[in-house]
């Protein structure tokens, strides 16, 4: 196969593909040491957010935490999320994990997006190697999908089982939209972006993996 000219635009990309693999690694060790010190500091506090959606409700209510590890909680109504901090292993681990999960799979698909830029530089992108990368590529994004499912369960579920809410009416948790002014809806950030994107990346390694069919096949009958 012919040298596949462009050759200072695959440079180029190659190029930024290295700088982010370079900020993403950065990035791992930054958030890593981000999270020592903060476990590590009476002052410092690892602060979680998550979105709500009511009904008619108008008015503030307060919550009241069941866990003695909870502390600087408050629900926003107008804002639409719940604030809280937790001071235990268990909830720093999940705040590691949510972080780390998901540099891993950055870092990898940069990885991966590098190794194949470095088979087009050699004028040789449609190979079995490739087509393994890209399907690669697509089950780690679409991990993400029910990975974003997951946490929406866990965090709903420690929500749940950690605060209760006090005001008129006394209204409950609900992980189901529901327009009552006694329910405040849980949600659910499930993200099927890389869902869709991994999908087309399974199209594109099939295409690579019919290229490498017709290659081999020339190949043979010169």
């Known amino acids: 196969m012919e040298q596949i000219e462009h050759k200072p635009i695959i440079k180029t990309l190659k190029l930024m593909i290295n700088l982010a693999l370079g900020l993403e690694v950065a990035m791992l060790f930054a958030v890593t040491a981000i999270f020592f010190i903060t476990i590590t500091s009476p002052e410092d506090k690892l602060i979680s957010t998550w979105p709500v959606e009511v009904g008619s409700i108008t008015q503030e209510y307060q919550l009241d935490a069941t866990n003695d590890n909870v502390s600087d909680f408050a629900l926003y109504i ?21 972080a780390v999960f998901i540099l891993f799979i950055t870092i990898s698909i940069t990885v991966l997006l590098k190794r194949i830029f ?18 690669l590529m697509a089950i780690l994004l679409m991990l993400l999908t029910p990975y974003s499912a997951l946490k929406s369960w866990v965090y709903q579920s420690y929500i749940r089982n950690t605060f209760t809410i006090e005001g008129e009416h006394s209204p409950g948790w609900s992980s189901f939209f529901e327009t009552s002014s006694n329910s405040i809806w849980l949600s659910w950030q499930i993200d099927i972006q890389p869902l869709i994107v991994g999908l087309i990346l399974i199209i594109l390694a099939e295409v690579f993996r019919l290229g490498v069919i017709i290659k081999t096949d020339n190949e043979s009958i010169v």
């Not at 107008?78 to 949510?98: H, P, R, S």
């Not at 470095?118 to 399907?135: C, E, H, Q, W, Y």
């Open 78 to 98: 107008n804002q639409g999320n719940i604030e809280f901090v937790a001071d235990n292993l268990g909830y720093y681990i999940l705040k590691i994990v949510d």
């Open 118 to 135: 470095l088979s087009l530089d050699k004028g040789n992108p449609f190979i079995t190697a490739n087509v393994d990368r890209m399907r």
